[in-house]
């Protein structure tokens, strides 16, 4: 059986969730490190989310291993009075290249659009062109450029 799109269920999701944070943030941004510090804040985040109406978490569930997870919130902006952002997605890597981030990601335009969203945004590591050739598959485009300045 495929591995099936499910709803959060903290704290039973808790460790495989901040287990895939390593490969998320070390992956995607050079330098960073997954600390012990960041993976408590990171819980906490979490925790705290599962319990706004604004956020919502989903798993990606193969027979009880959690093998991936997508983290959604609706907000405003002074653009857009209501939009879907993505703030973080990952499937492991077994489970890559299947269809299910675009599982995921379809969980996700589900929710905004019950939610009252006109459409959805997310940020990507121009390094990650996997995840950015994902995203466009699944009708992102780019709209703007983010830009850093290191010091």
Same mark, same amino acid.
């Given at each position: 059986?495929?591995?099936?799109?499910?709803?959060?269920?903290?704290?039973?999701?808790?460790?495989?969730?901040?287990?895939?944070?390593?490969?998320?943030?070390?992956?995607?941004?050079?330098?960073?490190?997954?600390? #012990?510090?960041? !993976?408590?804040?990171? *819980?906490?985040?979490?925790? +705290?989310?599962?319990?706004?109406?604004?956020?919502? @978490?989903? %798993?990606?569930?193969d027979n009880g291993q959690v093998?991936?997870?997508i983290w959604m919130e609706v907000?405003?902006?002074?653009?857009?009075?209501?939009?879907?952002?993505?703030?973080?997605?990952?499937?492991?890597?077994?489970?890559?290249?299947?269809?299910? #981030?675009?599982? !995921?990601?379809?969980? *996700?335009?589900?929710?905004? +659009?019950?939610?009252?969203?006109?459409?959805?945004? @997310?940020? %990507?590591?121009?390094?990650?062109?996997?995840?950015?050739?994902?995203?466009?598959?699944?009708?992102?485009?780019?709209?703007?450029?983010?830009?850093?300045?290191?010091?």
């Amino acid at each position: 059986m495929a591995p099936q799109v499910r709803e959060l269920r903290w704290p039973a999701d808790r460790d495989a969730v901040l287990s895939f944070q390593y490969e998320v943030y070390e992956g995607n941004f050079p330098g960073f490190r997954v600390t #012990a510090e960041f !993976l408590r804040e990171y *819980a906490q985040q979490i925790k +705290m989310a599962s319990r706004s109406p604004y956020e919502k @978490l989903y %798993v990606l569930d193969d027979n009880g291993q959690v093998c991936g997870f997508i983290w959604m919130e609706v907000r405003g902006t002074m653009i857009d009075p209501l939009i879907g952002y993505i703030k973080n997605i990952y499937v492991a890597p077994q489970w890559r290249g299947q269809g299910y #981030a675009q599982a !995921l990601l379809h969980a *996700a335009d589900e929710w905004f +659009m019950r939610q009252g969203c006109t459409k959805a945004s @997310l940020d %990507v590591s121009v390094c990650n062109e996997q995840a950015i050739n994902c995203y466009r598959h699944a009708g992102y485009e780019v709209t703007r450029y983010r830009m850093e300045k290191h010091y």
